[in-house]
C-alpha cells in the first residue's frame, strides 16, 4: 500500500511504526502537519491508499479526510477523547488504559473505530509509558487495521453500552489540575503530578525564588524534612521533602526566561543545591552481579551523558572488569539504551565547543575500555532505543542483543552533519562491513531490530516487553558464562583485536574521527551548533526533510529493506 504518514514530528512512536510498516514492504512518504496546505500538497503529490497519523496536535483538513481515508491513532481506550489522555490517566493512577486507531472525521477523536488495544498501567513517566506500552499497542492496532483494510474491512461506530468503553472526552489538561501543594500532597500524589507531564510539558512549580518545570520524580525512602524543603542532593538531582516523606526531582526546566533548557536540577540551581548535604538515593548507575555475570544498569535519563555521567560510567565499568565475572552486560536503561553525548549539558556551558569535545573524549574513553576488554565477554543488551554515538557506544561489546521493538537510529549526520566518534569507523564496518557502513550513516533513517540484524548491527532481537527481554538476557549471560568454550572464545577476541591493533590502531581511528570532530566543534561551518540548539530547545521544523518527504523527490522508488537488501 502508498501510505503517507502525517504527524507532528517523527517522534519514537512514529518511526517505530515507519520501520514496521517498511519491513513489510509498503510505499512509505511522510510529512510534517506544518499547515493544512502543505497536507494537501503531499497528498496529491503522493497519492496514498491512506493516511496514517500516529502522532498529530491538530485536526486534518476535511477535504482531506474526505478524500483519503485517515487512521488516527488516539493514546487513550475507547470511548477517550482529547488532547491530553495519557496525562489524565498517570495523574488519576488509572490501572488500565489503551490505544484507539480512529478514521478522521469532522470531530476530534470521535471518529469510527479500525480497533482499540488495551494494556495495564505501570507507575513511570507519562513519555514512558509512551515510549513502551502505547507503542506496542499502537503497533498492534495499525498492523491488524492494515490487513482489514487491504481486505476491503471497514471501521465502526463506537457503541457506548460497550463494556470495553471504558473512556471519555477529557479537556486538554492544564497547569492548574497538576500542580502540587507541598503542605498537603503526599509522595504518591507529588509522583503522580509530576509523572502525569514528563517529558513535557512538565509540572510548573517554584524552589526559592526560582520559576521551574520539575521532571524525573522518582521516590525517596528514608530521608525527611519539612514538607517542600530541599533536604539533599545526589549526582545531578535534589531531594525534596513531602508531608509523609520526599520525591528526588532529577531534572528542571527553569521559566525565568522566554526559552530554556532541560538540565540536571543541580545545574540549574547552582550555588543552591551546592549548599546541600550529598546523600545517595537518586540511582541512575548502579552494579549487581549473579552466576558469573555482572550487570551495569545506567538509566541516565534520555539516554544522554554527560562528561560526568561518562566518566561514573567508566569508573564503574572499570570495577567490575576487576571482578571475577566471566560476563559483563551492559544493560542501559528500559526506555534508553544510550543517545550519545549530551546535547543539553552542552548548550548550557560557556563554551558548548569545549564541552563537545570533553564529552566526546570521555565516551570515547569509556568506548575503548569495552574494546580493549579481553578476559570478559561484554554484552551491549538493549531494552530501550539507541540513538548516535549511543548506537555505537553499544557496538564496541562482543555481542549486541536487543528487544525486539527497539528502534536504533545508527547516524550522526542529523545533528548538523556531525561526523561522530566512539570509533564508529571502527566498530560499524568491523560488523557491518565497508559498503553498508556507508549506507547507514548516509541513510539518516531510523532502523528496526529485523533490519538491524540483516546489517549486522545486532546479533539477535529477542522478547516483547522490557521485563521478557531482560529475562532472556538473564538466561542467555547465565549460560555464556557457564559455557566451557568461553576461554576460547576469549582467546579467539583478544587475537583478533591484536590482529586488528596491528592493522589500525585503535587510536589511529580515534584520532582522525576526532580531527573532523573538532571541525564539527571549532570549525568554520557552525551547521552542528545551529543544529544542537535547534534540537535542545525543540524548535519547531518548518519542513519535512526530502528523506523522509519522498513524495517530494521526483521519480521516487520504494524499496523495502529486504528488497534493498538490508
Ligand atoms: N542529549 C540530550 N537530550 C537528548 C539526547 C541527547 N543526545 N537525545 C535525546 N534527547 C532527549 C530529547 O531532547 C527528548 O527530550 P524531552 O524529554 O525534553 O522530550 C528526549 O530525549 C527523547 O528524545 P526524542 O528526540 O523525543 O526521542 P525520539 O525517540 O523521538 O528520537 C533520537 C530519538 C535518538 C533520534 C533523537 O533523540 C536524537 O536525534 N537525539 C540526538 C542524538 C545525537 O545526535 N546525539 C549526539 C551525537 S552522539
Known amino acids: 500500500m502508498r501510505i503517507l504518514i502525517l504527524c507532528h514530528a517523527f517522534n519514537s512512536l512514529t518511526q517505530r511504526l515507519y520501520v514496521e510498516l517498511a519491513e513489510r514492504g509498503h510505499a512509505l512518504s511522510l510529512e510534517f502537519d506544518v499547515n493544512d496546505a502543505v497536507t494537501r500538497e503531499a497528498v496529491g503529490l503522493f497519492g496514498p491508499d491512506l493516511v496514517l497519523a500516529p502522532f498529530l496536535k491538530r485536526a ?16 487513550g481506550p475507547l470511548g477517550d477523547r482529547g488532547p491530553s489522555a495519557l496525562d489524565w490517566a498517570v495523574l488519576e493512577g488509572a490501572e488500565r488504559w489503551g490505544v484507539t486507531l480512529l478514521q478522521a472525521n469532522g470531530e476530534m477523536d470521535a471518529g469510527d473505530v479500525w480497533g482499540s488495544v488495551p494494556f495495564a498501567m505501570r507507575e513511570a513517566p507519562k513519555a514512558s509509558l509512551y515510549r513502551h506500552e502505547v507503542t506496542e499497542a499502537a503497533v498492534a492496532a495499525v498492523l491488524d487495521a492494515l490487513e482489514r483494510f487491504a481486505a476491503g474491512g471497514k471501521p465502526t461506530p463506537v457503541d457506548p453500552a460497550d463494556p470495553a468503553v471504558f473512556g471519555r472526552a477529557r479537556p486538554a489538561m492544564r497547569q492548574a489540575d497538576r500542580a502540587i501543594d507541598w503542605s498537603r500532597d ?117 539516554g544522554a551523558m554527560s562528561v560526568r555521567q561518562c566518566e561514573r560510567l567508566l569508573a564503574a565499568y572499570q570495577a567490575a572488569c576487576r571482578r571475577d565475572v566471566r560476563v559483563i552486560v551492559l544493560a542501559g536503561g528500559d526506555d534508553f539504551w544510550s543517545n550519545g553525548i549530551h546535547l543539553n549539558v552542552i548548550e548550557a556551558a560557556n563554551s558548548p565547543a569545549d564541552e563537545s569535545w570533553r564529552t566526546i573524549n570521555a565516551i570515547d574513553d569509556l568506548a575503548r575500555a569495552i574494546l580493549t576488554t579481553g578476559d570478559k565477554l561484554t554484552v551491549a543488551a538493549l531494552a530501550g532505543n539507541a540513538g548516535a554515538g549511543g548506537v555505537f557506544l553499544a557496538l564496541a561489546a562482543d555481542r549486541v542483543w536487543a528487544r525486539g521493538g527497539v528502534v536504533l537510529n545508527p547516524h550522526y549526520k542529523g545533528m548538523g552533519n556531525l561526523y561522530g566518534s566512539e570509533y564508529w569507523t571502527y566498530v560499524l564496518p568491523r560488523r557491518a562491513g565497508e559498503e553498508r557502513a556507508r549506507a547507514v550513516t548516509e541513510a539518516r533513517l531510523p532502523m528496526g531490530a529485523p533490519e538491524a540484524r540483516r546489517l549486522g548491527l545486532l546479533d539477535e532481537a529477542f522478547g516483547r516487553g522490557v521485563a521478557d527481554f531482560r529475562a532472556a538476557v538473564r538466561d542467555r549471560a547465565r549460560a555464556l558464562a557457564a559455557d566451557p568454550a568461553l576461554p576460547v572464545l576469549l582467546e579467539e577476541k583478544r587475537r583478533r583485536r591484536a590482529e586488528d591493533e596491528a592493522v589500525k590502531p585503535l587510536e589511529a581511528y580515534r584520532a582522525e574521527e576526532l580531527e573532523r570532530m573538532r571541525l564539527n566543534f571549532y570549525g568554520f561551518d557552525p551547521s552542528y551548533h545551529v543544529a544542537r540548539y535547534n534540537f535542545t530547545f525543540k524548535v519547531p521544523k518548518s519542513r519535512t526533510p526530502l528523506y523522509l518527504a519522498r513524495h517530494r523527490i521526483l521519480a521516487p522508488s520504494w524499496p523495502s529493506p529486504a528488497q534493498r537488501g538490508r
Open 186 to 302: 503526599d509522595t504518591a500524589t507529588v509522583l503522580r503530578k509530576i509523572r502525569s507531564g514528563d517529558g513535557m510539558p512538565g509540572v510548573r512549580d517554584r524552589i526559592g525564588d526560582r520559576e521551574v518545570s520539575l521532571f524525573d520524580a522518582r521516590p525517596e525512602h528514608s530521608l525527611r524534612g519539612t514538607p517542600g524543603a530541599l533536604v539533599a542532593r545526589c549526582e545531578g538531582a535534589l531531594c525534596r521533602a513531602t508531608v509523609d516523606g520526599a520525591v528526588w526531582i532529577g531534572h528542571l526546566k527553569p521559566w525565568d526566561s522566554e526559552i530554556s533548557l532541560k538540565l540536571p536540577a543541580a545545574l540549574v540551581l547552582g550555588e543552591e543545591a551546592a549548599r546541600l548535604p550529598e546523600a545517595p538515593g537518586y540511582r541512575d548507575l548502579w552494579y549487581e552481579e549473579a552466576d558469573g555475570v555482572g550487570w551495569l544498569h545506567f538509566p541516565f535519563t534520555n
Open 60 to 75: 486534518i483538513p476535511e477535504d482531506v479526510w474526505r478524500r483519503v481515508p485517515c487512521l488516527v491513532v488516539h493514546p
